[in-house]
């Protein structure tokens, strides 16, 4: 074997877990799982499956069971999903999402649309941003008959976790920048350990180093690096956070999870640009936990709580 062939294994960008390149292109995604397929869950009831929007794209819809609807055939708030794993992994057909959307859609109950987007570094952003919207924007058509029977267009809700907490706010943002008067104001939104980041740390943050790296790898035309105000909702420049087309905001950090001052000055940040309307916000901070904890450990009485802190959040009028 000759040395050049050696040389292809060589690592050119190690994000472990998410993700691991090398010199010959090969790509590696340790915490990769097979997809599972939509049905009926046998916990929940909760019924699924799959529209392919486009070639690269698809969501899974969830319908809870009759017997969870309002009484008096009430329609059902709906929330869209997006998931996390830094733009580099996930799918809305995981195990571990599939299972939190059954969860999710019961407990609230609401139906859920989980949004499966296109991963870089294949597809760099803005490619997650744009498949993510045009979801939004079919979502809001009501083109499913799932949504046009049994949802609420007055009450929907965007969700996501990390990257996909990072998509809500996009979304939000863009939502309210791009029409003065959108079609369907968003009732809010619902942001999980966000994944944020600034050049300057903040509270207990160590220096940007592996989140600055991932961030620019993902997103090679990042402005300022960690301060794009895609990364950086609250940098020096970016868009002011009274434009966020939403009547309400939940911010779910933490204990164990380096992004948690993110999120919390991200709270902060839009009580602020609101007048002081601390109202608008809810802060939930999870104690002696970490990262994304829930999908993990799906049993954990923390977990238990962060969900039903998030049903009584999209359940409310």
């Not at 939509?38 to 794209?57: E, F, Q």
């Not at 139906?111 to 760099?124: C, F, G, I, K, M």
């Not at 998509?167 to 966000?194: D, E, F, N, Y």
């Not at 602020?272 to 994304?292: F, I, M, P, W």
């Amino acid at each position: 074997m000759s040395s050049d062939a050696g040389d292809d294994d060589d690592v050119v960008h190690d994000f472990r877990p998410l993700i691991v390149v090398y010199k010959s292109g090969r790509l590696e995604r340790p915490l990769a799982t097979p997809p599972v397929p939509p049905g009926t869950d046998a916990a929940t009831g909760v019924a699924s499956r799959d529209v392919r929007l486009s070639a690269a794209s698809f969501v899974r819809l969830y319908l809870p069971p009759p017997c969870a609807a309002v009484a008096g055939g009430e329609r059902l708030p709906v929330v869209v999903y997006f998931h996390g794993g830094g733009f580099v992994i996930g799918s809305a057909a995981s195990p571990a999402y599939h299972r939190c959307l059954n969860d999710l859609a019961a407990a609230c109950p609401a139906v859920a649309v989980s949004v499966d987007y296109r991963l870089a570094p294949e597809h760099p952003l803005p490619a997650a941003y744009e498949d993510s919207a045009a979801a939004l924007a079919w979502v809001l058509s009501a083109a499913d008959p799932w949504l046009a029977v049994h949802g609420d267009l007055s009450r929907v809700f965007l969700a996501g976790d990390s990257a996909g907490g990072n998509i809500c706010h996009h979304l939000a943002m863009r939502h309210g920048l791009t029409s003065q008067h959108p079609p369907h104001r968003l009732k809010g939104i619902v942001l999980i350990h966000p994944w944020f980041w600034g050049k300057e740390p903040i509270g207990g943050e160590a220096a940007a180093g592996e989140q600055k790296g991932l961030w620019e790898f993902v997103c090679p035309d990042a402005a300022d690096g960690a301060d794009d105000p895609r990364m950086n909702p609250t940098a020096a420049g970016a868009p002011g956070l009274e434009n966020l087309a939403c009547e309400k905001v939940m911010v779910c950090v933490a204990e164990g999870d380096t992004l948690r001052w993110r999120g919390r000055a991200y709270a902060e940040a839009v009580v602020r640009a609101r007048g002081g309307e601390a109202a608008a916000v809810e802060l939930l901070e999870s104690e002696g936990v970490g990262h994304v904890f829930y999908l993990f450990e799906p049993g954990h009485e923390k977990a238990d709580e962060l969900l039903r802190r998030i049903a009584a959040f999209i359940s409310a009028k």
